[in-house]
Structures are given as structure tokens and as C-alpha cells.
């Protein structure tokens, strides 16, 4: 399975971006995909998360401001909404994917970079 993010970008505050991230796989493969983000000197944090249920789940951070959604499709694709960007959303985005088969475990995508400036 491989993960291809995508979307990253410099804005202001204020400004809105929409990150892809294209799969080679269903969404009926996963259990769970969501986007992590890591922001220079800090731990890898959980943004935002969709079940296979489409359970949603945020970030206390990011609520009201981002959306998470996804297609589903042969080859799924997970978005992120992020909209009223603020400077601390600058990071490395990163979207992940939980395998339903628990010998798979989890897949990542490579990181696209969100530079927030004020």
C-alpha cells in the first residue's frame, strides 16, 4: 500500500489550504486513516481522523477550523480541509493509514509541508 500526500503550501493567517492524500487501496482496506502533523523541535501529533464507519475525530486544536473526508473509491482519497489557518498549523503533515489485518499494521504517507506565517 503506499500513501501519496499532497497540498502543502505557504499561506498567511487566514488562509485556507486542502491537503490530498491519494491511495493505492481502498478505504475498505483500513480500518482507520487520519493526518498526523509535526511541527519543528515537537512529537508527531494526531490532527484529524476517519473511521471506516466515517466516524470523525480532531484535534481540540483544529476543531471548527479543519474537515477531514475522504472518497471512496477503488483508490481511495483522504482530504484535509484546513481553513482560518494560525501560525502554530505550520508543520509537516503527514496522512497515515490503519490496516484492517493486524499483521499489516499501519502505512504512512510522505510529509507535505504547511507554512503558516502571520
Known amino acids: 500500500v503506499q500513501l501519496q500526500a499532497s497540498g502543502g503550501g505557504s499561506v498567511q493567517t487566514g488562509g485556507s489550504l486542502r491537503l490530498s492524500c491519494g491511495s493505492s487501496?481502498?478505504?475498505?482496506?483500513?480500518?482507520?486513516m487520519g493526518w498526523y502533523r509535526q511541527a519543528q523541535g515537537k512529537q508527531r501529533e494526531l490532527v484529524a481522523s476517519?473511521?471506516?464507519?466515517?466516524?470523525?475525530?480532531y484535534a481540540d486544536s483544529v476543531k471548527a477550523r479543519f474537515t477531514i473526508s475522504r472518497v471512496n473509491a477503488k483508490n481511495t482519497v483522504l482530504y484535509l480541509q484546513m481553513n482560518n489557518l494560525v501560525p502554530e498549523d505550520t508543520a509537516v503533515y503527514y496522512c497515515?493509514?490503519?490496516?484492517?489485518?493486524?499483521?499489516?499494521?499501519?502505512?504512512w504517507g510522505q510529509g507535505t509541508l504547511v507554512t503558516v506565517s502571520s
Open positions: 497515515n493509514a490503519e490496516s484492517i489485518w493486524a499483521d499489516e499494521g499501519e502505512y
Open positions: 487501496a481502498s478505504f475498505f482496506r483500513f480500518k482507520a
Open positions: 476517519i473511521t471506516i464507519d466515517g466516524d470523525t475525530n
